[in-house]
């Protein structure tokens, strides 16, 4: 199963994550990216040693060894790096353009630059608003940036990164109305 | 702005939850069950003032005053008080019928009955996948409570319910392009 989008990267860059306070909504974050077809995460400023043996575990068990968990690149910097490569920049926030009810979505399912989605904690600084090429907001009330990225990758993938099949993959499920099936592939 | 799908309640109840471990993912749960459109939501088991007094603050500034959390009912008396009063139950979890590449979301959108959401932290109680009439999985792959359900509130409601407007805001942004516009209305 090829994603729809195909030939475009897209990474997803975590910002502000507080090694203690956000440990577990940052692994969240990871997991969603890999689970909704991104390439890679980068986790801007700190190294959480936890997470990347967490995303170690789930890419052995449950495939995808593409997936690339980088830790510790300034934010600003791992930013300006992927513009000056050609990329661009959609920063989800509550304060952007509303995914729905605008042609937002559109515009950057038509642009061709690879996409780095820039998800923050708590405050992002106000830099980031005007770095960003796009500042998309998934609905304009407060959630989380685990459901914002979720719903931002299911629209721009139109859903079809759900049914992606991962290389390598050890485990497997066999969708089922009941119960749990589950595959040993080696 | 009305839902789509209207004179349907929508509950969340959110299972399994331990008080230190998941106070910040349950806390993002219940953001996201006000945010994409639910009416309620019930936090089983447990007693969490913490996240009471977030969702108040929350609604104080944004709105939704409709928008119920009751904790502390036993995870099972939720469930079949729920469909002793007519219900039906969505079980959100892997190894369910993927809502992409199966009919199980349009069955659940042709089913008239008001829909409990249920939600779990870590493990989820075998009885769970029996007593739901819906075991629905936003993808076979492992990611987080908090973006299934906002995909699946996101489809169910086929994307209006992040143009919803909330009653009774304090605050309301008016989306932009470039950094943040926020009026205050009362």
Redesign the interface.
Known sequence: MRLPVSGRKIVVLRMGHRPK??V??TT?VA??A???GAHAMILADVVDEKLLETMRK?IES?GGRYFKLVCGIPWRKAIEEWKRLGGCVVHLT?????????DVLERIRRDPRDVMVVVGASKVP?EV??LAD??V????????E??????FL??FFQ??????E?EDARL??I????????VRLR
């Open positions: 306070r956000d577990r909504i969240h997991l969603v890999r689970a909704f789930v449950w509550m304060y952007g353009e509303n995914i729905e009810g605008s106000k608003y005007f796009y500042n907001a998934i609905g304009n009330q407060p959630h989380s685990v459901s914002a990225l979720a719903v299911d629209r859903g079809k990164e759900l049914i992606r991962f497997k499920i969708p089922c109305p009941r119960g749990k099936k589950v």
